[in-house]
Antibody
Framework: EVRLVETGGGLIQPGKSLRLSCAAS????????MSWVRQAPGKGLEWVSVIYAGGTTFYADSVKGRFTVSRDNSKNTLYLQMNSLRAEDTAVYYCAREIWFGARTYFDYWGQGTLVTVSS | SSELTQDPAVSVALGQTVRITCQGDSLRTSYASWYQQKPGQAPVLVMYDKNYRPSGIPDRFSGSTSGNAASLTITGAQAEDEADYYCNSRDSSGNHLVFGGGTKLTVL
């Protein structure tokens, strides 16, 4: 059974750093495209970052230069290092597995999300 | 453009048919996928590619695409279909992903 479990959220002051984890089971993280998606309170979904099976990463403009996505193959876990946090980064953060080939792309599995609140 | 546009809200009478639309240039090169999200829950994939439903999604859900637009149709809407619906695709560069703003579906 495929499962994604995010941890690491919490209350953090502006300007500080936080690392989120997404532990996967039922499949191999390093063989898949893995994304982070966030949702601010009462708002829509916003794609944050992706890491390809080959290790290439991409980021939304809103987090580029501040956030870093990585993975630990031995732990089958995805991470999101978030630096220089801002109030507008407050959101539920989801990790999701993407299936992508040709024109076909979709997120078939999502975690339950972890809430990050940036406030003084 | 890397944006996907959705109507903010749509309503449908119980048992009737409703279409939720998504428009954007990226849909000319990438199929849309659709997600249902109920309050306090993670999104759930309900449609992908031209018109494919994941296992467990009722067949009253169907999808279509034409030019720069994609649609999710619910034929015979049920009370449990009341939720937010989001479309998603890769952007024109192929390296970023983008979500529509979401459509809140109310079943009357």
């Amino acid at each position: 059974e495929v499962r994604l479990v995010e941890t690491g959220g919490g209350l953090i002051q502006p300007g500080k750093s936080l690392r989120l984890s997404c532990a996967a089971s039922g499949f191999t993280v390093s063989s898949n495209y893995m994304s982070w998606v966030r949702q601010a309170p009462g708002k829509g979904l916003e794609w944050v970052s992706v890491i390809y099976a080959g290790g290439t990463t991409f980021y939304a403009d809103s987090v580029k230069g501040r956030f870093t996505v990585s993975r630990d193959n031995s732990k089958n876990t995805l991470y999101l290092q978030m630096n220089s946090l801002r109030a507008e980064d407050t959101a539920v953060y989801y990790c999701a597995r993407e299936i992508w080939f040709g024109a076909r792309t979709y997120f078939d599995y999502w975690g339950q999300g972890t809430l990050v609140t940036v406030s003084s | 453009s890397s944006e996907l546009t959705q109507d903010p809200a749509v309503s449908v009478a119980l048992g009737q048919t409703v279409r939720i639309t998504c428009q954007g240039d990226s849909l000319r090169t990438s199929y849309a996928s659709w997600y249902q999200q109920k309050p306090g829950q993670a999104p759930v994939l309900v449609m992908y590619d031209k018109n494919y439903r994941p296992s467990g999604i009722p067949d009253r859900f169907s999808g279509s695409t034409s030019g720069n637009a994609a649609s999710l149709t619910i034929t015979g809407a049920q009370a449990e279909d009341e939720a937010d619906y989001y479309c998603n695709s890769r952007d024109s560069s192929g390296n970023h992903l983008v979500f529509g703003g979401g459509t809140k579906l109310t079943v009357l």
